[in-house]
């Protein structure tokens, strides 16, 4: 057992410096899962570095773009022992977030037991705990609420799958590749994207490939490493619709689909117009 804690602890410390994630050892458990969480993550930090240098000083996809996997158990003292506020962690549930027993302050009822911190009772985080959100996605950054305060040097980010888009993703297979711009053409995808994805103001064709590669840019916008971005609209900060509305390059929908119309333009040929639709190019 020693043994194979302190190979653990080597092959860490290899990547030691460099910009880690890890996935969830327990909510993201299933073998078909965490191969598609990776492959989402891969594919968003593929994205992210094709657009670093256009975007360069005002967003921080460069160091987005220089994520790398780690493969350890992220509960496991090695990983404890190494991590640090650039790693990330991404989680396929909310499970961590626990109820908080005699809190000293009445707006503070939950801790995270990743993090190791008191979570504020109108933190987004806690919507992933209810069925009924239509969040699909929650970072916890290094960032803290309490003026004054600094950001301890071992706790990592986190990036929270709401449970059932994860699942609902992984079930259809839901990639952004070259079927899934053909499917993007057809109106039934996008009837459906009306229906499942309330969070969109007005559904345009390119809102369909809003899979979960565009919600981990998304999110990973979000982080400290990767500008704290925020979401400037409020509940009117995602879609297609509102980016064209809001041109606000510290919107992260804004910063997510800049990241993926260059992936159209550069890798599949095709263009978006100021109403979303794809128009194919040679």
Same mark, same amino acid.
């Given at each position: 057992?020693?043994?194979?804690?302190?190979? =653990?602890?080597?092959?860490? #410390?290899?990547?030691?410096?460099?910009? +880690?994630? *890890?996935?969830?050892?327990?909510?993201?458990?299933?073998?078909?899962?965490?191969?598609?969480?990776?492959?989402?993550?891969? %594919?968003?930090?593929?994205?992210?570095?094709?657009?670093?240098?256009?975007?360069?000083?005002?967003?921080? !996809?460069?160091?987005?773009?220089?994520?790398?996997?780690?493969?350890?158990?992220?509960?496991?003292?090695?990983?404890?022992?190494?991590?640090? @506020?650039?790693?990330?962690? $991404?989680?396929?549930?909310?499970?961590?977030?626990?109820?908080? #027993?005699?809190?000293?302050?009445? %707006?503070?009822?939950? +801790?995270?037991?990743?993090?190791?911190?008191?979570?504020?009772?109108?933190?987004?985080?806690?919507?992933? @705990?209810?069925?009924?959100?239509?969040?699909?996605?929650?970072?916890?950054?290094?960032?803290?609420?309490?003026?004054?305060?600094?950001?301890?040097?071992?706790?990592?980010?986190?990036?929270?799958?709401?449970?059932?888009? $994860?699942?609902?993703? *992984?079930?259809?297979?839901?990639? !952004?590749?070259?079927?899934? $711009?053909?499917?993007?053409?057809?109106?039934?995808?996008?009837?459906?994207?009306?229906? @499942? !994805? #309330?969070?969109?103001?007005?559904?345009?064709?390119?809102?369909?490939?809003?899979?979960?590669?565009?919600?981990?840019?998304?999110?990973?916008?979000?982080?400290?490493?990767?500008?704290?971005?925020?979401?400037?609209?409020?509940?009117?900060?995602?879609?297609?619709? %509102? =980016?064209?509305?809001?041109?606000?390059?510290?919107?992260?929908?804004?910063?997510?689909?800049?990241?993926?119309?260059?992936?159209? $333009? #550069?890798?599949?040929?095709?263009? *978006?117009?100021?109403?979303?639709?794809?128009?194919? !190019?040679?």
């Amino acid at each position: 057992m020693m043994l194979k804690f302190y190979l =653990c602890l080597a092959f860490v #410390q290899v990547v030691f410096g460099a910009n +880690r994630y *890890v996935i969830d050892s327990v909510s993201c458990k299933d073998d078909a899962v965490n191969a598609a969480v990776r492959l989402y993550m891969d %594919n968003a930090i593929s994205k992210a570095g094709l657009v670093a240098k256009i975007l360069a000083p005002k967003a921080h !996809f460069e160091p987005i773009g220089k994520y790398v996997y780690v493969d350890i158990d992220n509960r496991s003292d090695a990983w404890k022992q190494t991590r640090d @506020k650039s790693d990330l962690e $991404i989680h396929c549930n909310g499970d961590y977030i626990t109820p908080l #027993q005699d809190s000293p302050e009445p %707006n503070i009822n939950w +801790r995270d037991e990743i993090q190791g911190l008191p979570v504020l009772d109108d933190d987004s985080i806690l919507n992933i @705990k209810d069925e009924k959100t239509i969040l699909v996605a929650v970072t916890s950054p290094a960032r803290t609420w309490k003026e004054g305060e600094t950001w301890p040097d071992n706790i990592p980010e986190v990036i929270t799958f709401n449970p059932w888009y $994860i699942k609902h993703a *992984v079930e259809k297979k839901s990639i !952004f590749n070259s079927d899934r $711009i053909k499917k993007a053409l057809q109106p039934s995808l996008l009837k459906a994207i009306k229906i @499942k !994805f #309330q969070r969109y103001t007005h559904a345009a064709n390119v809102d369909t490939l809003d899979t979960p590669e565009l919600t981990l840019i998304h999110e990973l916008t979000h982080t400290a490493l990767g500008g704290l971005s925020r979401d400037t609209g409020g509940s009117k900060s995602y879609g297609w619709y %509102n =980016c064209v509305r809001l041109k606000d390059v510290d919107n992260a929908d804004n910063l997510a689909y800049f990241a993926l119309v260059v992936d159209l $333009i #550069q890798n599949y040929k095709y263009e *978006v117009d100021d109403k979303g639709n794809l128009q194919s !190019f040679t």
